[in-house]
């Protein structure tokens, strides 16, 4: 029962920005949106997360739609070290426990 | 800072025999722990989670089991692994904030093969 949908793959080019969708078209006004991503072979990693409000921080930035059913992240300078997958998982506030899905695998290249 | 270990990294172990994963935190106190596995080209699953010394709740029922002796070590085990116990193994932990977010940050990971 997936909560989220993202692309499978998608490629980007070193020093572009990366723009990564997702849907997340029942979530629900108690849940947040979060990004991870993991490199291979390394656990996840925390990148982002909001709940309606579009959010920046070092790594990335978070734009979600005004009705919440959808969000991208993005990655402003891709670096090839930012080749991994990347989750996007709704979470009810409160709920401790995450859901990963498939994610989106995104290459970085030169 | 906080620190979350992971040992051993790797682990090969035949059918049949048991197994012992440690995870201890370092730099915070009274965290939430979790066990994940990742099976090969799979998504996470998580196994189990604490939210206390002794309070261990889980996910799915397996072959496994989870234990926390210390306020930041978790400890997950098995009497007898199977074929379909390996995978990657990782441990997470978070804190409880104001804003009650949760953000789970990961080990390294163990890589267990059971052969």
């Keep these: 029962d997936a909560k989220t949908t993202q692309p499978t793959s998608m490629d980007c080019a070193e020093g572009r920005a990366a723009n990564l969708p997702c849907n997340h078209s029942t ?12 490199i291979h072979s390394q656990g996840p990693q925390y990148i982002i997360h909001g709940l309606k409000n579009n959010e920046t921080n070092e790594m990335a930035s978070l ?13 402003p300078h891709a670096t090839l070290r930012d080749t ?6 709704v979470r009810v ?11 989106t695998t995104v290459t970085v290249r030169a | 800072s906080q620190t979350i270990h992971q040992w051993p990294a790797t682990l090969v172990q035949p059918v049949g025999s048991p197994l012992s994963l440690e995870c201890t935190v370092e730099g ?21 989670y604490s939210v206390g010394i002794g309070q261990i709740s889980s996910e799915v029922p397996q072959n ?3 234990s926390r002796p210390q306020d930041r070590q978790f400890i997950l085990s098995s009497k007898k692994l199977l ?15 104001p804003t ?16």
């Design chain 1, 63 to 75: 734009i979600i739609t005004e009705d919440r059913k959808s969000s991208t992240l993005i990655l």
């Design chain 1, 93 to 103: 506030i409160g709920d401790y426990k995450l859901s990963f899905g498939a994610g």
């Design chain 2, 83 to 97: 074929l379909s116990d390996s995978g990657f193994y990782l441990c997470a932990w978070s804190v409880v904030m």
């Design chain 2, 64 to 66: 496994l089991s989870a």
């Design chain 1, 84 to 89: 991994a997958v990347y989750y996007c998982i």
């Design chain 2, 28 to 48: 915070t106190s009274n965290p939430n722990l979790y066990w994940y596995r990742q099976a090969a080209g799979r998504g996470l699953q998580l196994l189990f």
């Design chain 2, 100 to 115: 009650r977010r949760y953000e789970q940050y990961f080990g390294p990971g163990t890589r267990l093969t059971v052969t």
């Design chain 1, 27 to 38: 979530i629900s006004g108690n849940e947040y949106v979060y990004w991870y991503r993991q």
